[in-house]
């Protein structure tokens, strides 16, 4: 059987509420009753269910009961669509530039842009990005470390924010077009991928899996949208492909794909799930921008 979309939590487990679920199971109190009290208590109705089921499992089984932490499978819930934050219309005004809205997805909320950025502009993101290339890495999700993955066959680097003139007018337009304070975007992204380099299906959001997930996230709040920038035309191949929703986004340079995934209660949309196509002539330049719920602080 498939299993259910959602993720798994580590649950700690006080003495006090360790003793008092295995005190009413022993006195003989419904499973479905303890549920409710601890509903009533401000237990999201998920953890309370599966932390009594964790315990009426271990008493039938005639085993300890769990002493203090408990993982739990939690279902993902339907994600709930919000009004966009890219503003609507067919041209979106930023203080330097004009930029052409081609099209539109509501679900995800997904748009293909225009000319966020001028030829030179991108080509003097490539010549600042390429001596600073290094084989791009992945965050394990069990540990969290940076690691090289067969998956994802690029090179990239990482420009801090407001890093130069350039990188500075970039980021302010940026955020305006993306609507959120500048204060709030990860440092510009920039990655080659040569012949056959791609990237397989994933998710731009964090997930609480590993230490260092968990700390940005504290830190940051959680990615809620991204913009990826073509910085070259590409002769083929190399499109952002949704595979959910059956699209593909030819790499135009200067041209954009925006996407979001987190709304303000800062559940995840796995509409959102993206992949680079293999890249089947000529070599691909995109740059990528992270906007986080609050102001993201490096760890």
Known sequence: MAKLRGMDMLIRLSPQI?????HNLGRGCAPADLVTAMIDQKFEPPIAQGLIEAFVRARDAGTEPPTDSVTLHVPEPDYDYET????????????????????????????????????????????????????????????????????????????????????????????QLMNCPMENGEGLQVLRYGPGGHSTPHFDFLVPSNATNVASLQRSGQRISSLV????????????????????????????????????????????????????????????KWMRSRRFVAG
Request: hydrophobic share 40%.
């Open 18 to 22: 360790r003793g008092w679920i295995t």
């Open 84 to 175: 966009p934050r890219l503003p609507p219309g067919n041209l979106l005004v930023t203080d330097d530039r004009t930029i052409p809205v081609s099209m539109r997805a509501e679900r995800p909320v997904l748009a293909v842009l225009e000319g966020v950025l001028s030829a030179s502009e991108c080509d003097e993101l490539i010549e600042l990005a390429r001596p600073r290339l290094e084989r791009s890495t992945v965050v394990d999700p069990q540990t969290g470390a940076n690691t090289v993955a067969d998956y994802r066959d690029s090179e990239g680097m990482f420009f801090a924010l407001c890093e130069t003139p350039l990188i500075a007018r970039l980021d302010r337009r940026i955020a």
């Open 229 to 288: 920038i073509y910085l070259n035309d590409v002769e083929s191949g190399g499109e952002t492909i949704f595979p959910e929703v059956g699209m593909a986004v030819t790499a135009r340079k200067g041209n954009a794909v925006y996407f979001e995934y987190s709304n303000s209660r800062e559940q995840v949309d796995h509409l959102s799930l993206h992949a680079g196509a293999p890249v089947l002539a000529g070599e691909k330049w995109a740059m990528t």
